[in-house]
């Protein structure tokens, strides 16, 4: 199996030189109650105003090595570091997205996109972002909904003003967990066309989390593999498809190429 | 029509295309009449009962019996006689009642939902408490806090406050894990997490056990006026019921379920009010106002 070692010269082998921004180091997992290694010395460095994806069969560890890097579980051993500071906890120059919504319904959509202002900040200083707020609803095509509640929204608007909720505090990163998984596939793939058209205008550095082999490679710089038990990564795969994508381009003989190399490393892993 | 459908073709084509569900005729009948109906039917049944003396008439008024005494205590409510400060009195020990039961009921709901030392040490205390005959305290409420007013409110409270414990509790609960790391994630301490996810989302369960509790603290006054006398409806049956005016029992009874109601509705009013997101069942949604 042709396991390349992660950090340097994946990195530069794929041509990228913006500056890194979140950079992890020989980060490791093991949860000591079931004596289970879920992470295993991965190293990830995530440059400014890149897409990255992580791809894995299930229990790989995705999800805990998200966690870690929202600074919701401290690694066993290893360095995380966001723009030069150790992440400790929750920051507010991390932005993250769920597979669900979870707007709060009694709350009206502007007032669920300000409320990561409203917890750190106190309300005014929530009611003073509402300009921007508004912008923002605008930039991912929820104009006129504001004062709605999310009741009467569906479910792929439901994620936009998730969308908003994550980029109200401008963050450095945003981590996205499987975020349009819930919705059915023609509405997914257009959001996926949306949240690149987002990602692209603010040039925001972006980590996904999926199941999806064509999602993440239409959508991303670098798709990581990942294999399970312990989760380390397999390989580095650079997506040379220009910007912005289509959808048009999954019939792209390199997508495709690309697609099968992943299902290559993935299937292997299943047979393990 | 026919010839519309015959431009589609086919000769085998069935004339009829449009179907609608059928509806038993049952389902159809408006509302109002429905329930006039039955109580229509309910009362037939007890004038029958009545007529052919299936029960001695000393125990079983006669529904225009009951009727014209429902105009008696009516008209004496109305002037402001004695029934309406019985009445009053009655009110009062339901009202306290409840609001001791509530925020008694929310306190330690709070303390058994939000922190393990609630969960595992006071909640089966708790429990403990609720599966006592709650009603077996009234003499002791009586010995404690007298013959007036404080006795039945205690008795009204005790009754009552265990719903809105599991209510909060159980709302407490409800949040849901990815609702739970986004406030993580957005870094807020546990009063907010309590306060701005968890009290919100856990409103639904609360004010289920708020419409418990209302139907549980009248009951709660009205056996603590049984039980330990003083001036509220209560007496008043108890008074009528020795004395065997069962028409009068009866629309006594018919008046104290009205303040029942009452209370019912205010609950659910706010209910609609304050948690208007939430859309309740069918069943609760035609019993409020």
Not at chain 1, 108 to 115: G, Q, S
Not at chain 1, 166 to 177: N, Q, S
Not at chain 2, 196 to 215: D, E, R, T
């Amino acid at each position: 199996m042709a396991v390349l070692s992660m950090p340097g010269d994946a990195d530069s082998s794929v041509g990228l030189t913006g500056r890194p921004v979140y950079e992890l180091r020989g980060v490791s997992k093991t949860f000591a109650k079931r004596n289970v290694q879920a992470l295993d010395k991965v190293d990830l460095t995530l440059r400014e105003g890149t897409f990255s994806a992580i791809i894995g069969p299930s229990g790989c560890g995705k999800s805990t090595l998200l966690k870690i890097m929202a600074g919701l579980q401290p690694p066993s051993s290893g360095s995380v570091i966001l723009q030069g500071r150790p992440v400790l906890g929750p920051r507010r120059d991390i932005g993250m997205m769920f597979q669900q919504a979870t707007l709060f319904p009694w709350r009206t959509t502007i007032e669920n996109i300000v409320l990561p202002i409203e917890i750190r900040d106190g309300k005014a200083a929530a009611r003073a972002k509402y300009d921007q707020a508004r912008q923002l609803i605008d930039l991912v095509g929820l104009k006129g909904f504001e004062t709605v509640y999310p009741g009467e929204l569906s479910g792929g608007m439901a994620q936009r003003a998730a969308i908003c909720r994550m980029l109200i505090t401008e963050p450095a990163v945003l981590l996205l967990d499987e975020p349009f998984s819930a919705l059915d596939e023609l509405s997914r793939d257009f959001m996926n066309m949306e949240l690149q058209r987002i990602c692209l205008e603010r040039s925001a550095t972006s980590f996904l989390v999926t199941h999806s082999i064509p999602e993440a490679v239409i959508l991303s710089d670098i798709v990581y593999v990942m294999s399970p038990r312990p989760g380390r990564f397999v390989e580095a795969i650079t997506v040379d498809i220009p910007w912005p994508r289509t959808l048009d381009m999954m019939t792209d003989p390199r997508f495709g190429a690309l697609v099968h190399r992943i299902r290559g490393h993935l299937d292997k892993g299943a047979f393990q | 029509m026919t010839q519309a459908h015959s431009t589609v073709g086919t000769a085998s084509m069935p004339e009829q295309t449009i179907w609608s569900e059928h509806v038993s005729w049952i389902d159809r009948v408006p509302r109002w009449v429905s329930m006039l109906t039955l109580l229509a039917g309910f009362l037939a049944v007890w004038q029958l009962v009545y007529i052919i003396e299936l029960v001695s008439p000393i125990i079983l008024p006669s529904p225009a019996e009951t009727i014209e005494d429902l105009f008696v205590v009516g008209r004496n409510l109305l002037t402001g006689d004695y029934m309406l400060h019985a009445l009053w009195v009655t009110t009062q020990e339901v009202l306290l009642g409840f609001i001791i039961a509530v925020a008694l009921g929310f306190a330690l709901g709070v303390l058994v939902g939000e922190t393990s030392f609630g969960e595992r040490a006071v909640m089966p205390y708790l429990v403990a408490v609720n599966t006592m005959p709650k009603v077996a305290f009234a003499p002791l409420f009586v010995s404690w806090l007298g013959f007036g007013i404080a006795s039945k409110v205690a008795l009204a409270a005790f009754i009552a406050f265990f719903p809105v414990i599991v209510g909060t509790a159980a709302g407490l609960h409800a949040a849901d894990p990815n609702a739970r790391m986004l406030f993580k994630t957005m870094g807020a301490n546990r009063w907010q997490t309590l306060v701005q996810l968890k009290l919100p989302i856990g409103m639904p369960h609360f004010f289920s056990g708020l419409k418990n509790a209302a139907v549980l603290v009248v009951v709660g006054a009205v056996v603590g006026e049984f039980l330990g006398g003083g001036k509220g409806f209560g007496e008043l049956i108890r008074v009528a019921a020795a004395q065997l005016d069962t028409p009068r029992v009866f629309s006594l009874i018919i008046y104290l379920s009205l303040l029942g109601l009452a209370t019912f509705w205010v609950v659910a009013w706010a209910q609609r009010r304050f948690v208007f997101w939430h859309k309740e069942s069918v069943t609760e949604e035609t019993l409020a106002p």
